[in-house]
């Protein structure tokens, strides 16, 4: 008797636990997408934020990348937050991608940019370790969103503000402000 109790109880745990699952509680609206560069002849960014009807939005744009990157050219991510949206209102956050330099950053690339972007532009895809040689090219991204890859699983609502600033031969950066907001199911 003592025994079929247990095991009701453990069965009914088991549902449970089937029915659960770790997933992002968060999902985000695009606010705006800018890109600078120090020599447009070397890398040129015409980004922006592309809206579709009222609700759908993604990042499209293009970049003409006419250099070749090497030992020297370091990339950096910098992630603020902020609750109104704004500017003087953001502030830094932990979670970052530190200095670094480009050619080393291929776990990044693979984790965040490319899953978000393979389907909706021509970024390259890399095999080895490292992203050598970046190949010289017009990048078009249209109505990417940044759904995929490997996110928290939960951030606290407001404004986020992502600059990827790369130094090196050309200095140039991009800067993503999305609003986010958490979501039920």
Known sequence: MIFQ???R???????????????????YEP??????SSDESKLKPDLRVERVGRSEAGFSGTLDWQYDIDHTTMIEVQIFRSSSGSESDY????FAIPKRN????KAEYDNLLYPNTKRCSNMPRFDGDVLYPWPRDL?????????????PEILVDG????????TGEVDW????VVRLSTTLF
Do not use: Q
């Open 31 to 36: 606010i705006s997408l800018t890109g600078h």
């Open 173 to 176: 950066s991009v800067t993503f």
């Open 91 to 94: 502030r830094l956050l932990p």
């Open 159 to 166: 404004f986020y503000k992502v600059k990827v600033i790369v």
């Open 102 to 105: 480009l050619l080393n950053a």
């Open 139 to 151: 990048y078009k991204l249209h109505m990417c969103d940044f759904r995929n890859g490997i996110w």
């Open 5 to 7: 109790a247990i095991f």
């Open 9 to 27: 109880k453990f069965c009914l745990l088991l549902l449970a636990f089937e029915g659960c699952e770790c997933k992002r509680n968060w999902d």
